[in-house]
Protein backbone atom coordinates (compact mmCIF):
# COMPACT_ATOMS: atom_id res chain seq x y z
CA UNK A 1 0.00 0.00 0.00
CA UNK A 2 2.58 2.44 0.78
CA UNK A 3 4.30 1.79 -2.20
CA UNK A 4 0.84 2.24 -4.55
CA UNK A 5 0.68 5.94 -2.35
CA UNK A 6 4.09 6.90 -3.04
CA UNK A 7 3.84 6.35 -6.98
CA UNK A 8 0.52 8.03 -6.67
CA UNK A 9 1.90 10.80 -5.05
CA UNK A 10 4.81 10.47 -7.57
CA UNK A 11 2.68 10.83 -10.72
CA UNK A 12 0.30 13.88 -9.09
CA UNK A 13 3.57 15.93 -8.91
CA UNK A 14 4.74 15.56 -12.16
CA UNK A 15 1.60 16.10 -13.70
CA UNK A 16 1.72 18.88 -11.22
CA UNK A 17 5.10 19.84 -13.11
CA UNK A 18 3.98 19.57 -16.75
CA UNK A 19 0.65 21.32 -15.94
CA UNK A 20 2.75 24.59 -15.04
CA UNK A 21 5.27 24.65 -18.23
CA UNK A 22 2.31 23.83 -19.95
CA UNK A 23 0.42 26.77 -18.47
CA UNK A 24 3.52 29.08 -18.45
CA UNK A 25 4.55 28.23 -22.23
CA UNK A 26 1.01 29.23 -23.56
CA UNK A 27 0.03 32.12 -21.08
CA UNK A 28 3.21 33.49 -22.57
CA UNK A 29 2.39 32.80 -26.20
CA UNK A 30 -1.05 34.43 -26.36
CA UNK A 31 0.74 37.38 -24.35
CA UNK A 32 3.05 38.11 -26.75
CA UNK A 33 1.68 36.70 -29.73
CA UNK A 34 -0.57 40.15 -30.53
CA UNK A 35 2.71 42.06 -30.32
CA UNK A 36 4.42 40.08 -32.97
CA UNK A 37 1.06 39.22 -35.01
CA UNK A 38 -1.08 41.96 -35.75
CA UNK A 39 -4.11 40.21 -36.20
CA UNK A 40 -5.92 39.64 -32.61
CA UNK A 41 -9.04 38.57 -33.93
CA UNK A 42 -7.30 35.20 -35.40
CA UNK A 43 -5.63 35.22 -32.26
CA UNK A 44 -9.27 35.31 -30.54
CA UNK A 45 -10.90 32.61 -32.84
CA UNK A 46 -7.69 30.12 -32.40
CA UNK A 47 -8.20 30.51 -28.83
CA UNK A 48 -11.64 30.22 -28.45
CA UNK A 49 -11.53 26.85 -30.92
CA UNK A 50 -8.36 25.64 -28.10
CA UNK A 51 -11.19 26.28 -25.30
CA UNK A 52 -13.76 23.96 -27.44
CA UNK A 53 -11.49 21.36 -28.35
CA UNK A 54 -10.17 21.57 -24.81
CA UNK A 55 -13.71 21.21 -23.38
CA UNK A 56 -14.66 18.02 -25.80
CA UNK A 57 -11.61 16.69 -24.67
CA UNK A 58 -12.71 16.31 -20.91
CA UNK A 59 -16.07 14.59 -21.65
CA UNK A 60 -14.73 12.36 -24.81
CA UNK A 61 -11.00 11.83 -23.55
CA UNK A 62 -11.69 11.00 -20.12
CA UNK A 63 -15.29 8.94 -20.52
CA UNK A 64 -15.63 8.19 -24.02
CA UNK A 65 -18.79 10.04 -24.68
CA UNK A 66 -18.82 11.91 -28.04
CA UNK A 67 -21.17 15.13 -27.81
CA UNK A 68 -21.96 16.19 -31.45
CA UNK A 69 -23.95 18.85 -29.59
CA UNK A 70 -21.47 20.30 -28.09
CA UNK A 71 -21.94 23.71 -29.25
CA UNK A 72 -25.58 24.37 -27.54
CA UNK A 73 -23.79 24.52 -24.37
CA UNK A 74 -21.52 27.37 -26.26
CA UNK A 75 -24.56 29.16 -27.73
CA UNK A 76 -26.39 29.30 -24.23
CA UNK A 77 -23.84 30.49 -22.77
CA UNK A 78 -23.52 33.60 -25.21
CA UNK A 79 -27.15 34.20 -25.08
CA UNK A 80 -27.70 33.58 -21.52
CA UNK A 81 -24.39 36.47 -21.13
CA UNK A 82 -26.06 39.02 -24.05
CA UNK A 83 -29.01 38.55 -22.28
CA UNK A 84 -27.66 39.30 -18.74
CA UNK A 85 -25.85 42.32 -20.26
CA UNK A 86 -28.68 44.00 -21.54
CA UNK A 87 -31.07 43.40 -18.49
CA UNK A 88 -29.37 43.52 -15.81
CA UNK A 89 -26.68 45.76 -13.99
CA UNK A 90 -23.67 43.22 -13.57
CA UNK A 91 -20.33 44.09 -14.80
CA UNK A 92 -19.48 42.48 -18.11
CA UNK A 93 -17.41 39.40 -16.64
CA UNK A 94 -20.33 38.78 -13.78
CA UNK A 95 -22.56 38.58 -16.98
CA UNK A 96 -19.50 36.10 -18.74
CA UNK A 97 -19.59 34.24 -15.48
CA UNK A 98 -23.45 34.08 -15.52
CA UNK A 99 -23.18 32.34 -19.16
CA UNK A 100 -21.20 29.79 -17.69
CA UNK A 101 -23.65 29.01 -14.54
CA UNK A 102 -26.72 28.91 -17.15
CA UNK A 103 -24.78 26.22 -19.60
CA UNK A 104 -24.04 24.17 -16.33
CA UNK A 105 -27.97 23.79 -15.48
CA UNK A 106 -28.56 23.13 -19.22
CA UNK A 107 -26.01 20.36 -18.42
CA UNK A 108 -27.89 19.14 -15.36
CA UNK A 109 -31.28 19.45 -17.47
CA UNK A 110 -29.92 17.29 -20.01
CA UNK A 111 -27.83 15.27 -17.82
CA UNK A 112 -30.46 11.90 -18.26
CA UNK A 113 -28.54 11.97 -21.82
CA UNK A 114 -25.92 10.31 -20.24
CA UNK A 115 -28.14 7.13 -19.92
CA UNK A 116 -27.34 6.35 -23.14
CA UNK A 117 -24.05 5.69 -24.97
CA UNK A 118 -22.76 5.62 -27.80
CA UNK A 119 -23.96 6.89 -31.21
CA UNK A 120 -27.50 7.20 -29.58
CA UNK A 121 -25.64 9.28 -26.63
CA UNK A 122 -24.16 11.71 -29.87
CA UNK A 123 -27.56 12.04 -32.01
CA UNK A 124 -29.29 12.94 -28.56
CA UNK A 125 -27.19 15.40 -27.55
CA UNK A 126 -27.38 16.85 -31.42
CA UNK A 127 -30.81 17.22 -31.36
CA UNK A 128 -30.82 18.90 -28.44
CA UNK A 129 -28.53 21.79 -29.50
CA UNK A 130 -30.89 21.63 -32.81
CA UNK A 131 -33.87 22.51 -30.06
CA UNK A 132 -31.83 25.47 -28.77
CA UNK A 133 -31.25 26.84 -32.09
CA UNK A 134 -34.66 26.61 -33.09
CA UNK A 135 -35.66 28.09 -29.59
CA UNK A 136 -33.70 31.23 -29.83
CA UNK A 137 -33.88 31.47 -33.55
CA UNK A 138 -37.98 31.34 -33.09
CA UNK A 139 -39.25 34.99 -34.74
CA UNK A 140 -41.88 34.60 -32.31
CA UNK A 141 -39.84 34.67 -29.79
CA UNK A 142 -37.52 38.11 -31.02
CA UNK A 143 -38.50 40.14 -27.79
CA UNK A 144 -36.65 38.20 -25.46
CA UNK A 145 -33.69 36.57 -28.10
CA UNK A 146 -33.94 38.57 -30.69
CA UNK A 147 -35.05 35.45 -33.01
CA UNK A 148 -33.09 34.85 -36.31
CA UNK A 149 -31.78 38.69 -36.00
CA UNK A 150 -29.52 37.98 -33.34
CA UNK A 151 -28.53 40.15 -30.47
CA UNK A 152 -26.67 43.00 -29.74
CA UNK A 153 -24.82 44.38 -26.92
CA UNK A 154 -22.13 47.10 -28.24
CA UNK A 155 -22.05 48.98 -24.66
CA UNK A 156 -19.81 46.04 -23.63
CA UNK A 157 -17.51 46.35 -26.63
CA UNK A 158 -13.76 45.48 -26.04
CA UNK A 159 -11.91 43.18 -28.03
CA UNK A 160 -9.09 44.04 -25.79
CA UNK A 161 -10.51 42.69 -22.47
CA UNK A 162 -12.42 40.35 -23.92
CA UNK A 163 -9.13 38.70 -25.48
CA UNK A 164 -7.38 38.61 -22.03
CA UNK A 165 -10.81 36.86 -20.66
CA UNK A 166 -10.98 34.62 -23.69
CA UNK A 167 -6.96 33.69 -22.65
CA UNK A 168 -8.01 33.20 -18.94
CA UNK A 169 -10.79 31.15 -20.11
CA UNK A 170 -8.46 28.72 -22.05
CA UNK A 171 -5.70 28.58 -19.23
CA UNK A 172 -8.49 27.26 -16.96
CA UNK A 173 -9.36 24.85 -19.50
CA UNK A 174 -5.71 23.47 -19.50
CA UNK A 175 -5.45 23.31 -15.48
CA UNK A 176 -8.66 21.23 -15.74
CA UNK A 177 -7.41 18.77 -18.21
CA UNK A 178 -3.97 18.66 -15.95
CA UNK A 179 -6.07 17.80 -12.89
CA UNK A 180 -8.33 15.44 -14.82
CA UNK A 181 -4.84 13.51 -16.14
CA UNK A 182 -3.44 13.15 -12.80
CA UNK A 183 -5.48 13.04 -10.05
CA UNK A 184 -7.25 10.35 -8.94
CA UNK A 185 -10.29 11.30 -9.85
CA UNK A 186 -8.92 11.31 -13.40
CA UNK A 187 -7.88 7.55 -12.67
CA UNK A 188 -11.23 6.78 -11.92
CA UNK A 189 -12.54 8.36 -15.06
CA UNK A 190 -9.99 6.19 -16.94
CA UNK A 191 -11.04 3.11 -15.43
CA UNK A 192 -14.78 3.99 -15.96
CA UNK A 193 -14.36 4.57 -19.66
CA UNK A 194 -12.32 1.43 -19.92
CA UNK A 195 -15.15 -0.66 -18.04
CA UNK A 196 -17.85 1.03 -16.36
CA UNK A 197 -18.86 -2.33 -14.79
CA UNK A 198 -15.77 -3.38 -13.36
CA UNK A 199 -14.86 0.33 -12.11
CA UNK A 200 -18.49 0.10 -10.29
CA UNK A 201 -17.40 -3.32 -8.76
CA UNK A 202 -14.46 -1.67 -7.98
CA UNK A 203 -16.29 1.36 -5.42
CA UNK A 204 -16.05 4.09 -8.04
CA UNK A 205 -19.68 5.96 -8.51
CA UNK A 206 -19.97 5.81 -12.22
CA UNK A 207 -22.87 8.01 -12.41
CA UNK A 208 -21.78 10.88 -10.57
CA UNK A 209 -18.46 11.16 -12.14
CA UNK A 210 -19.61 10.97 -15.49
CA UNK A 211 -21.97 13.88 -14.38
CA UNK A 212 -19.19 16.05 -13.30
CA UNK A 213 -17.31 16.16 -15.77
CA UNK A 214 -20.51 16.60 -18.21
CA UNK A 215 -21.20 19.80 -16.13
CA UNK A 216 -17.82 20.92 -16.17
CA UNK A 217 -17.22 20.40 -19.81
CA UNK A 218 -20.85 22.37 -20.10
CA UNK A 219 -19.36 25.35 -17.76
CA UNK A 220 -16.04 25.44 -20.04
CA UNK A 221 -18.04 25.87 -23.81
CA UNK A 222 -20.77 28.28 -21.39
CA UNK A 223 -17.77 30.56 -20.43
CA UNK A 224 -16.02 30.50 -24.19
CA UNK A 225 -19.63 31.51 -25.57
CA UNK A 226 -19.70 34.35 -23.40
CA UNK A 227 -16.45 35.62 -23.76
CA UNK A 228 -17.14 35.26 -27.36
CA UNK A 229 -20.05 37.36 -27.50
CA UNK A 230 -18.53 39.84 -25.50
CA UNK A 231 -15.55 39.92 -28.30
CA UNK A 232 -18.31 40.52 -31.17
CA UNK A 233 -21.15 42.35 -29.58
CA UNK A 234 -23.24 41.44 -32.40
CA UNK A 235 -24.13 38.38 -33.34
CA UNK A 236 -26.81 35.86 -34.95
CA UNK A 237 -28.00 32.26 -33.87
CA UNK A 238 -25.76 31.04 -36.57
CA UNK A 239 -22.74 32.26 -35.14
CA UNK A 240 -22.58 30.84 -31.82
CA UNK A 241 -25.12 27.16 -32.57
CA UNK A 242 -23.37 26.50 -35.92
CA UNK A 243 -22.85 22.71 -35.76
CA UNK A 244 -19.81 23.77 -37.16
CA UNK A 245 -18.32 24.30 -34.10
CA UNK A 246 -19.18 21.52 -32.59
CA UNK A 247 -16.89 19.92 -36.01
CA UNK A 248 -14.30 21.79 -35.29
CA UNK A 249 -13.49 20.82 -32.11
CA UNK A 250 -14.06 17.55 -32.03
CA UNK A 251 -11.34 17.41 -35.06
CA UNK A 252 -9.26 19.33 -33.33
CA UNK A 253 -8.92 17.26 -30.15
CA UNK A 254 -8.94 13.66 -32.29
CA UNK A 255 -6.04 15.02 -34.48
CA UNK A 256 -3.77 16.32 -31.49
CA UNK A 257 -4.84 13.16 -29.14
CA UNK A 258 -7.56 12.70 -26.60
CA UNK A 259 -7.25 12.17 -23.30
CA UNK A 260 -4.17 14.24 -22.71
CA UNK A 261 -3.39 17.65 -22.06
CA UNK A 262 -1.50 19.19 -25.23
CA UNK A 263 -3.69 16.91 -27.54
CA UNK A 264 -6.17 19.61 -28.41
CA UNK A 265 -3.74 22.66 -28.12
CA UNK A 266 -1.36 21.02 -30.94
CA UNK A 267 -4.45 20.05 -32.83
CA UNK A 268 -6.25 23.34 -33.12
CA UNK A 269 -2.95 24.94 -33.72
CA UNK A 270 -2.06 23.19 -36.29
CA UNK A 271 -5.19 22.73 -38.36
CA UNK A 272 -6.22 26.43 -37.62
CA UNK A 273 -2.81 27.48 -38.82
CA UNK A 274 -3.37 25.56 -41.68
CA UNK A 275 -6.98 27.29 -42.13
CA UNK A 276 -5.56 30.92 -41.82
CA UNK A 277 -2.58 30.13 -44.02
CA UNK A 278 -4.57 28.91 -46.90
CA UNK A 279 -8.15 28.36 -45.80
CA UNK A 280 -9.46 31.62 -46.07
CA UNK A 281 -8.18 32.82 -49.73
CA UNK A 282 -8.47 29.37 -51.16
CA UNK A 283 -11.40 27.51 -49.52
CA UNK A 284 -11.53 25.22 -52.17
CA UNK A 285 -7.81 23.80 -51.33
CA UNK A 286 -8.37 24.07 -47.93
CA UNK A 287 -11.50 21.62 -47.42
CA UNK A 288 -9.80 19.44 -49.96
CA UNK A 289 -6.30 19.19 -47.74
CA UNK A 290 -8.58 19.20 -44.36
CA UNK A 291 -10.68 16.34 -45.55
CA UNK A 292 -7.55 14.29 -46.89
CA UNK A 293 -6.13 14.89 -43.41
CA UNK A 294 -8.68 13.79 -41.84
CA UNK A 295 -8.71 10.75 -44.11
CA UNK A 296 -5.31 10.24 -43.00
CA UNK A 297 -5.64 10.33 -39.38
CA UNK A 298 -8.73 7.97 -39.04
CA UNK A 299 -6.66 5.20 -41.04
CA UNK A 300 -3.05 5.67 -39.51
CA UNK A 301 -3.09 7.61 -36.47
CA UNK A 302 -6.49 6.97 -34.59
CA UNK A 303 -4.58 7.87 -31.40
CA UNK A 304 -3.77 11.72 -32.90
CA UNK A 305 -0.85 12.81 -33.91
CA UNK A 306 1.21 12.32 -30.25
CA UNK A 307 0.22 9.50 -30.85
CA UNK A 308 3.58 9.19 -32.63
CA UNK A 309 5.50 9.70 -29.25
CA UNK A 310 3.29 7.37 -27.61
CA UNK A 311 4.45 4.54 -30.14
CA UNK A 312 8.23 5.38 -29.31
CA UNK A 313 7.33 4.68 -25.28
CA UNK A 314 7.44 8.67 -25.14
CA UNK A 315 4.64 9.49 -22.41
CA UNK A 316 2.95 12.76 -23.44
CA UNK A 317 0.59 14.79 -21.12
Known amino acids: MPDIQTKSSSRALRGLRAALVVLAV????????????HNESLLFTLMTFIVLAQGLNLLYGFTGYLPFGYVGFFGSGAYATSLLV??????VLGCVAGGGVVALLLGLVLGPLLRLSGAYFSIANLAASQILYFVVSNPNLADYTGGPYG??????????LSYWAMLGVLLG???LAAYFRASRFGMALRAIKQDPVSAAMAGIHVVRSRLIVWLVSAFVAGLAGGVYAWNLSVFYPDAVFTLQLSVFAIVFALFGGVGTVIGPLVGAALLYSLYAAIGISTPQYFQFIYGGLIVLLVLFLPGGVLSLFQRRGIDVF
Open 173 to 175: AIA
Open 26 to 37: VGAAFIAAPHLY
Open 151 to 160: LKIEQVYDPS
Open 86 to 91: LHTQLP
